[in-house]
């Protein structure tokens, strides 16, 4: 891998600036040809110009419109017209023709033409996607771009030790596994890390509740198995127990202190949450989610305010240590009382991150309301110095799910919804949705106890999975199983029927993979063509969302694909004609890039429904 990565650096610095990239994504190809060109048509006033300002290729918003449409014209024209000369174009259109004329030979583009002021559309040749397809079926993957691989740590779920998780955790914990495998699937090196709340002042309330309410804790430990209800009886007593409450005060300092037997209790509480936590996970498919909570860094706070007092970033304010960071309020790295809070276990988290665990890129996956601790966390970090140039810190904050009142997901009685109760409802009415399609009279689907119940977990997962990664995850969505598990419409089930319907056809067909790789798609209809290069853009979708962090792009490339697939399907007869190889071949494809894109969202599909 690495020695790949090197031959192709080389290949790159030997044919210098403005070669044309003979791998990767289409728009990569597409772009490369255009750099090339501009580079011999105007050479003059590109200078030290990032390539970013004159450089402009994007795919078209209609396929009358072409492929892709370079946008470069304009700026080169009011460049070239600024730096004068006799031979200045009047127009960016003569600059779009300039351009057009020094666009090297090649097998990618088929036609070019001016349109409107000056932009550039481009018409792929037919002959380059059908050969560039078949690869995928042939391969088994689609052809990514060569990148410098990363490690990548992502930050992310985060739920407190002695609550169970609730619908407050389902975001950023599909959030962020979405990520984790996109990052994955793009060949980085990736560290899943659970930040749980398992230090602070609650746990000298919860250790001494423990303690008074289980006098003989030691030589029975109780079951708790009910967590919420221990958090909530410990509460009121808190609140309403004055000597309870000093009691508690103190229990803090004692477990700080490494008292054996407040970090027996507070053991006993980690080690239930972790159970707990294990079923939602389980549920949702999360693996190698490695906790490095908050008590991981508390032997490491104070070596890390001594480099922070020492580079002259702490100054003292009222007893607590602080350090400014462009903000109207300081982050506190040490309180007035000599304790830590969230600001020193974070300030210790980035430096653990980038300087030991050698990481590339940090990726912290929270609610939007942390968005301003975040920014003054990276930059405390740049200030520090342990965060350069090359180190990338990206904060994903996302919104809130509301119920049908437009305020938080709640139950009736207005608790909040424990998560692994939200997901088993999900699958309860995807099995019923299940049983009550196989009971219908014009039903063909048979299906065992032991599918359905398969078939009902993939789907009811999946949908709640789904329904949170389509929407652009800074926005508030309101939480519905009915509209979440419709047919049809942008949701999981419908992708998931699709897929189904999609590897039907391969089996009725009769014909292996090995007879289709090889073979061309036809590309001769229109919605043949426009199915072809939907799925040629796939990774460019996930390059995007790599850089963007947005997993709802993926969520609408799939919906389009099933979307441009149905409209083939109506179409184009596949079994029987004589095309048909070359039409399973579309199919075939379109089934291995759904089942890789569902799969980044953490959806597994079913081949038979």
């Not at 650096?9 to 791998?23: L, N, S």
């Not at 967590?227 to 127990?241: I, S």
């Not at 009691?247 to 490494?258: H, P, R, Y």
């Not at 407040?262 to 053991?267: D, E, I, M, N, P």
């Amino acid at each position: 891998d690495k020695l790949q990565l090197a031959l192709n650096d080389v290949k790159r610095r030997a044919a210098g600036p403005g070669a044309v990239a003979e791998e990767g994504t289409l728009i990569a190809r597409v772009s490369g040809l255009f750099e090339a060109a501009i580079r011999k048509a105007c050479p003059s006033v590109l200078g030290g110009l990032d390539k970013e300002k004159w450089l402009l290729v994007a795919a078209t918003s209609s396929s009358k419109f072409g492929d892709y449409q370079c946008n470069s014209p304009m700026s080169l024209h009011k460049l070239l017209k600024e730096a004068g000369g006799a031979d200045a174009p009047k127009a960016p259109r003569d600059v779009a023709n300039k351009i057009i004329s020094c666009i090297p030979p090649n097998k990618v583009i088929a036609k070019t033409e001016v349109a409107g002021p000056g932009f550039i559309n481009v018409y792929l040749s037919h002959e380059f996607l059908a050969a560039m397809f078949s690869q995928i079926l042939a391969t088994g993957q689609l052809e990514l771009p060569p990148i410098q691989k990363q490690k990548i740590v992502v930050d992310f779920s985060s739920p407190n030790i002695a609550k169970e998780m609730h619908v407050g955790h389902l975001r950023s914990t599909i959030i962020g596994e979405c990520l984790c495998r996109t990052f994955e699937y793009f060949g980085h090196t990736v560290e899943r890390i659970n930040h749980v709340g398992d230090w602070g002042t609650q746990f000298g309330m919860l250790i001494n509740h423990l303690r008074t309410a289980y006098p003989d804790f030691n030589e029975r430990p109780p079951n708790i198995t009910d967590l919420t209800g221990f958090y909530k009886q410990a509460k009121v007593r808190f609140d309403e127990d004055e000597a309870f409450k000093k009691a508690s005060q103190l229990s803090v300092v004692t477990l700080q202190a490494g008292d054996p037997f407040s970090l027996k209790c507070w053991q006993t509480l980690c080690d239930v949450s972790r159970l707990q936590f294990k079923l939602v996970y389980d549920r949702l498919e999360i693996r190698g989610l490695v906790e490095q909570g908050e008590s991981f860094y508390n032997s490491r706070i104070p070596g890390v305010v001594q480099e922070l007092e020492q580079k002259k970033l702490i100054e003292d304010s009222s007893g607590a240590k602080v350090v400014w960071c462009g903000k109207p309020y300081p982050l506190m790295a040490v309180k007035s009382d000599g304790g830590y809070g969230y600001d020193s276990t974070d300030l210790a988290a980035v430096q653990y991150r980038v300087l030991e665990m050698k990481a590339d890129r940090v990726v912290y996956v929270t609610d939007a309301g942390q968005g301003e601790h975040f920014e003054m966390i990276f930059e405390a970090g740049k200030k520090a110095g342990w965060v350069g140039e090359k180190t990338r810190l990206d904060h994903v904050p996302f919104g809130l799910v509301l119920g049908d009142d437009k305020k938080k997901f709640k139950t009736r009685s207005g608790e909040v919804t424990k998560l692994v109760d939200l997901l088993d409802e999900a699958v309860l009415r995807a099995r019923k949705q299940l049983e009550e399609r196989m009971n219908n009279e014009n039903s063909t689907s048979k299906m065992t106890a032991d599918e359905i119940q398969e078939a009902a977990s993939r789907i009811g997962y999946g949908c709640v999975k789904y329904c949170d990664l389509r929407q652009h995850r800074i926005t508030d969505y309101v939480f519905s199983y009915d509209k979440m598990l419709q047919l049809n419409g942008n949701t999981a089930v419908y992708l998931m029927y699709s897929y189904a319907r999609i590897a039907s056809i391969g089996r009725k067909a009769g014909v292996s993979q090995d007879v289709l790789k090889g073979v061309l798609p036809s590309v001769g209809h229109p919605k043949e063509l426009a199915l072809v290069l939907h799925i040629l853009k796939f990774p460019e979708v996930i390059e995007r969302v790599i850089d963007l962090l947005l997993p709802h792009l993926i969520c609408e490339f799939l919906y389009d694909l099933a979307e441009k697939y149905n409209d083939f399907y109506k179409d184009c007869k596949v079994i029987g004609d004589p095309q048909q190889n070359n039409r399973l071949v579309i199919c075939e494809t379109v089934a291995i890039v759904m089942h890789k894109g569902l799969s980044l969202l953490g959806i597994t599909p079913i081949d038979k429904i």
